[in-house]
C-alpha cells in the first residue's frame, strides 16, 4: 500500500498563487480517493466476516450507518461499491473475486473518484448474462485504464464500442402492446375568482405541449416607444395557453361553439353593460367585470339577460352572432393581422374588435371592426389608446398623451 501523505494547507491562503491552489486541489482530491479506497478495503473485510458477528448488526449497510452517522439510503452506495472493488468470502469460507480489480487498482492509487467508479459498474451490469468470462474481463480492463484520465462521455462511448464488441444484435426486439397513454386534467374555481389547472401528461402529449406553448409564449418584440415585453415565462405560457384555447374554440367542427370564438351567457343590468361599472354573472357561476362583458362581447355569440334592480329578469335576448364568418375573411384580408402599430400577431391569433361598441350603438359592419390580438385586445378596452377608422377605411390608432403629447395617429406597418 503506497503511502500518501497529507499537502500542509499555507497559514495565508490568499497569497498563494494560481499553480499553488491548482496543486493543492490536486493533492487533497487524492488524498481522499485514497482514503475512499483504503475505507472501501475495511468494509469489504467486514463483510466477508460478517457484520453480525462481529458488531451484531444485521449487515454491513446498517452498521456503516450508525458508525457514519449516514442514513440507509446514503451508506448503501458506499458499501456496495467496496464489496464490488474488493474481493470477498462466501459463507462457506472461498474466495469471490472483485467485480472490477482494474478499477480498484486505480482508485487505491487516488486517480479515479466514486463517480467514475460508479460509472464503470454501471456499465459492466450492463454487459449480457451469457458474455464469457474473459470477455467481462477484458472489459473491465478497458474500463479501469481508461476510466484513469477519461471523463464519463469517453467511458459512455467506450460502453458503445463494447457493447457492440460482445452483442453486435443487440436485444431481442419486442413488440409489447401499447399502453394506454395516462393524461389526467383537473379545473377547479378558487375562491378568490381565478381557476386552478393541474395535469398529468404522458412523455408524448406533454412533448406536443410544450412544443406549442413555447411557440406561442415567445417575448413580444420590442414595440416602437421602445418597451420590451416584461412579462415573466409563467405569464407568457398562461396567455399562450389562452390563445392555444382560442384557436381550438374557433375550429368550425367543434362541438358546441361551432366555430365561434366565445359563447357567452351575462347576466347583467342593462345600464351596467354600457357604462362598463358594475358586475355581471357569466354563465351562471362565476363573476367578471362589465369592462370584461363589454371586450367579451367584441367577438362572440352573447345572450344577454337584462334585470331590474330587484333582481328580476325583464328580456331574456336572442341568440345573436356579432361577427359572420364572411366579415370575419374580410377583416383577415384587410388587416392582415393584429393592426396595432408594431405587432406581428396573425389573423388567427385575433379577435374582431366593434370600435363603436355594440352596447353603445356600434353596428357590426367592417367599418366598425378591427383585428387585434388579445393583448392589444386589453389595452384598447382598458387603457388610454383609442382606435378609429381613416377616411381611405383603414383603422389608426391614437397613442396615450404620455407617449405622445400631440398623440399623432399610428398604422401597423409589419402586417
Same mark, same amino acid.
Given at each position: 500500500m503506497s503511502e500518501t501523505y497529507l499537502p500542509e494547507l499555507p497559514q495565508e491562503l490568499w497569497r498563494a498563487g494560481k499553480l499553488e491552489l491548482a496543486h493543492g486541489v490536486q493533492q487533497f482530491l487524492q488524498v481522499m480517493r485514497v482514503a475512499s479506497a483504503g475505507l472501501g478495503r475495511y468494509l469489504a473485510e467486514i463483510e466477508s466476516r460478517g457484520a453480525k458477528d462481529l458488531f451484531g448488526y444485521g449487515s454491513t449497510i446498517t452498521w456503516f450507518a450508525d458508525v457514519a452517522g449516514l442514513s440507509r439510503g446514503e451508506a448503501r452506495p458506499v458499501?456496495?461499491?467496496a464489496i464490488a472493488l474488493n474481493p470477498t468470502r462466501a459463507l462457506d469460507g472461498s474466495g469471490v473475486p472483485a467485480v472490477?480489480?482494474?478499477t480498484a487498482a486505480a482508485a487505491a492509487e487516488g486517480l479515479v473518484g466514486a463517480e467514475r467508479v460508479q460509472q464503470v459498474l454501471e456499465i459492466l451490469a450492463r454487459i449480457p448474462a451469457d458474455a464469457s468470462v474473459g470477455d467481462r474481463e477484458s472489459a473491465e480492463k478497458i474500463l479501469g485504464n481508461l476510466a484513469r484520465d477519461a471523463g464519463p462521455r469517453q467511458l459512455a462511448d467506450a460502453e458503445? !464500442?463494447?457493447? #457492440?464488441?460482445?452483442?453486435?444484435d443487440g436485444n431481442e426486439p419486442k413488440d409489447p402492446e401499447p399502453k394506454e397513454p395516462r393524461r389526467e386534467v383537473t379545473l377547479e374555481r378558487r375562491r378568490d375568482g381565478f381557476w386552478?389547472?393541474?395535469g398529468l401528461l404522458d412523455d408524448e402529449l406533454g412533448a406536443r405541449t410544450a412544443a406549442a406553448l413555447e411557440a406561442y409564449a415567445k417575448p413580444r418584440p420590442v414595440d416602437e416607444f421602445g418597451q420590451a415585453d416584461l412579462r415573466m415565462k409563467c405569464e407568457r405560457q398562461g396567455d399562450a395557453w389562452a390563445e392555444l384555447l382560442?384557436? #381550438?374554440i374557433a375550429c368550425p367542427d367543434q362541438p358546441g361553439t361551432s366555430g365561434y370564438r366565445t359563447l357567452v351567457h351575462v347576466t347583467i343590468g342593462l345600464e351596467e353593460l354600457k357604462t362598463g361599472i358594475g358586475k355581471a354573472c357569466l354563465d351562471f357561476v362565476g363573476t367578471m367585470t362589465a369592462r370584461e362583458a363589454r371586450m367579451a362581447a367584441c367577438d362572440c355569440l352573447m345572450l344577454p339577460v337584462v334585470m331590474n334592480a330587484a333582481g328580476e329578469p325583464l328580456d331574456v335576448g336572442r341568440l345573436r352572432r356579432f361577427v359572420t364568418p364572411g366579415q370575419r375573411r374580410a377583416l383577415n384580408i384587410r388587416d392582415r393581422g393584429c393592426a396595432f402599430p408594431g405587432c406581428h400577431?396573425?389573423?388567427? !391569433? @385575433?379577435h374582431a374588435h366593434h370600435i363603436h361598441h355594440w352596447a353603445d350603438g356600434g353596428p357590426t359592419d367592417l367599418r366598425n371592426?378591427?383585428?387585434? @390580438?388579445?393583448f392589444h385586445h386589453r389595452l384598447i378596452h382598458h387603457g388610454d389608446w383609442q382606435v378609429l377608422m381613416a377616411a381611405d377605411g383603414l383603422p389608426e390608432f391614437i397613442p396615450p398623451q404620455y407617449l405622445d403629447p400631440l398623440r399623432r395617429s399610428r398604422r401597423n406597418t409589419h402586417a
Open positions: 458499501v456496495n461499491q472490477a480489480p482494474t458503445a !464500442n463494447i457493447l #457492440a464488441w460482445l452483442d453486435p386552478k389547472l393541474t382560442d384557436l #381550438a400577431r396573425r389573423p388567427k !391569433n @385575433c371592426l378591427v383585428l387585434l @390580438c388579445g
